[in-house]
């Protein structure tokens, strides 16, 4: 059987979540990377927003993480999501939380010191909110659910910046804290990027020239 390929950008925290979820569940996979400034017409051709990650199962495409990671759940079991469907579906709402974080941590990341200003103090808003949630070491427990897949890029590049920044937004939220510090440890996140992912993001944040490039040491 034809492994699913996964096209990809290397920095895109959208795309490390379905990787996460592959990794985790132990699914051979073949990836592909696109220049997302230079997008490619044959990518143009499958994806409906122009955006990664897209799965090729087949001839089938698959296109949103979210809807991606749904569907790797359902046919590599044990499941990473609650057996309740209401537990089910808070914790698909917690996913989609966490793809707002990140359209707030990209804007922090980039943005002028007025973007980065706001962006900053949103995240602080609904992290209080996520934090709220967190039982640990994971999001649900002791083992990880795809809420985990969903917001390890966040924290992943919290960790990351922080180090090479000093601003770290998940200071002062213990809970959060812990959870980044599991989610470090966890084979599927380390496995889930390029060898020089963390320069790269560096350089990624440098080149953009907003307010979080001024602190970058």
Known sequence: ??????ISFKLCPFVQR??????HKGVPFDVKYIDLENKPDWFLRLSPTGKVPVLKVGDTVLFESAVINEYLNEVNPPSMHPADP????RHRAWIELGSDLLGEQYRWMIGD?????KAEAALASKLSRLEAEVRGPFFAGGSPCLVDAAVAP???????????????PLSGHGPLEIWRDEILTWPALRESVVPDFEPLLVDYTRAKSGALAGLLR
């Open 1 to 6: 059987m034809v492994p699913p390929e996964l």
């Open 18 to 23: 379905s990787v996460i979820t592959l990794k």
């Open 86 to 89: 209401l537990e089910r579906a």
């Open 113 to 117: 010191q007025a973007t980065f200003e």
């Open 154 to 168: 966040l924290l992943h590049r919290f960790e990351i910046l922080a180090r090479h920044t000093g601003r770290d």
